[in-house]
DNA sequence: CAGCCCTGCTTAATCGTTTAAGCAAAATAC
DNA sequence: GTATTTTGCTTAAACGATTAAGCAGGGCTG
């Protein structure tokens, strides 16, 4: 059986120059002691061979496979997209491969997950965890994606200097009373928001949390928020945590005849792919997910590749240059300043 | 170097129990002639010992990988937490690992993805195309998920009875002027919907198609569609064909003050993470992901694995026992009854 | 009882690469 | 001019599985 490889291997280009396959490993590898015109002669005879290495067999021989791990619990979590790409746009740039796995949520199926990741004899993995959740050592190096307040973070957005921009772009408009509408008050990433937010409004404004999990596990999945009597009550912010729940909130509040910017406005986190095209379109805040994706990719790489000094396979939480990336505040149509009528606080002029 | 790989090979469970290396082998694939008992000897000590087979080593001597590759060239696209989570339980199932190739949109980097996965070895490919565009024959076996109407295709949801649902839907409630709201017109998949809704809303019914990106490429990214002015028009219905166009004209026509669905009905495609959040609540229609990639991971494994009939690793688009699953039409709130002022052709009873 | 087949195992080659070790010849040192 | 290093290559042994081929011995047939 055994389906003979498509093109030449090493003993092709060996036979075809009268050397042996140890010098042309040696040669393309730069590492033994080679002949700068031998060196350069095999590199051609590759070329003109169509050589293309066989990972397999240098994963067999080094231990390393080259591929990493991606493990997302939260299931069909909208930022897969952003994420996805940028992990594996960081990785193929390092020369690796990206496996994905996902545990529908479960967190059984996600220890499985994990293991047929390792036993594909995967080099790292990556792991944006599920709200709340720690994720135990495994069998290889680590890197975890949460937010910075996260005990065992290797890198991550800076989601409470988000949550502290939004809030002041808030308070600048002149909003002093504004409703914080999350989702599951477990997240340490929406918690790190809040906890921005309520520094970037200041001390002046009147901050409320509405988690949309507790009222649902009231009144049933879907159900109205409420959002309306809130505006009633003065509220004239809603700032989401999340541009889902924020897309919740505006069109909740659309329905109930309150216009969005004119008479309250709405804010999300992460500029998914609809905060642009609503109407208005959202005001939010984005993360760079290149630059955290290249920082954990560098992280993990440098625990993996033999670098001469470090340990190499310890199979840890990676660390990381620097634990937070700073997110960017995108300025759209859904903010606006406060109706004179509720906007109390706010000194007359300026 | 080559860091030693944690656990026991099966020389250890061959030393251990006293037999050969190659005895362990076929006892524990069921292949050769090894009595019953010592298979079951094997097996246990094997257990005991915490064996796990090196799925790098059985590539390397069986040519196959185990592992499959998955492109999707559209950037971004929201259905990917979907499309994802399918492929890669149905190839875990089936004992698979799933590589991801990212083309950021682009045609050259795609090209370079799918390479990159080749030289790793994948065993076959799964393909979620971008619109309109074909694939050429690589060197593996290739799954085309599209839509049937699209040649090559291998497996898909059959957006035209998707189509066809959803304008019997609007049909019945009596909507007789609608107006299609799409993206881009060289997408099949658009397309296909296009003509189920017009084979579903019958003869009688009005049809008129707006396409979003044309409309952008004349008044800019973001600009408004000018639903209100068709609702004014006499449009009773605004049949979007991805959720995506959907929510922009919900929110569009919210923004309008136009209610939903009293004055007019909005409808999507593809039940996407919000549709079950906004208010109100979109009508769509779901494609049966699991039953999509279960079909195509099957079609591609009937062809990489050995059945000793077929030629095994045809490195052609590959076929599947049907090309075509139905789509689940899901009423929620953002349908109803046209005004009466509009519904001309409706019969006034029943 | 000779011949044959079947059973149950072993031996050894192989997949394609890496890398330690070895070994001439050339270059340098003293 | 001999002793030592350096250079440039080769040989061979891995990595851990699969699998074709071989080889005893027991059971069967005729």
Known sequence: MAIPRSGPNMSAIAAALGVSAATVSNALSGKGRVSPELIERIRAKAAELGYVPSLTARALRTGRTGVLGMVLPDI??????????????????????????????????????????????????????????????????????????????TVAADHWDGGSQMGRHLASLGHRKVLLVGGNPNSNVQNDRIGGLKAGLGNEAECEVLWIEKVEAVSGAGCPLGLSAKAAEGFTAFAALSDLSALRALTELQRGGISVPEMVSV????????????????????????????????????????????????????????????????????????????????????
């Open 76 to 153: 069909a979590n909208p930022l897969f997209p952003q994420i996805a790409q940028a992990i594996e746009n960081a990785a193929a740039n390092a020369g690796y491969g990206v496996l994905i796995a996902d545990s529908r949520g479960d967190i059984a199926t996600q220890t499985e997950a994990i293991n047929r990741l390792l036993e594909r004899g995967i080099d790292g993995m990556v792991i944006v965890p599920r709200r709340g959740t720690r994720i135990a050592d495994v069998g290889c190096p680590v890197a975890v994606i949460d937010t910075p307040s996260t005990p065992g973070n």
């Open 267 to 350: 804010t999300g986190f992460d500029d998914l792919i609809w905060s642009s095209v609503v109407t208005p379109a959202l005001t939010t805040v984005r993360m760079d997910m290149g630059t955290i994706a290249d920082l954990a990719i560098a992280a993990l790489i440098r625990v993996i590749e033999p670098d001469g000094e470090a340990e190499p396979e310890a199979a840890g939480h990676v660390v990381s240059e620097t634990d937070r990336v700073p997110m960017q505040l995108i300025v759209r149509q859904s903010t606006g300043a406060p109706l004179k009528s509720h906007a109390q606080n706010k000194t007359t002029d300026q």
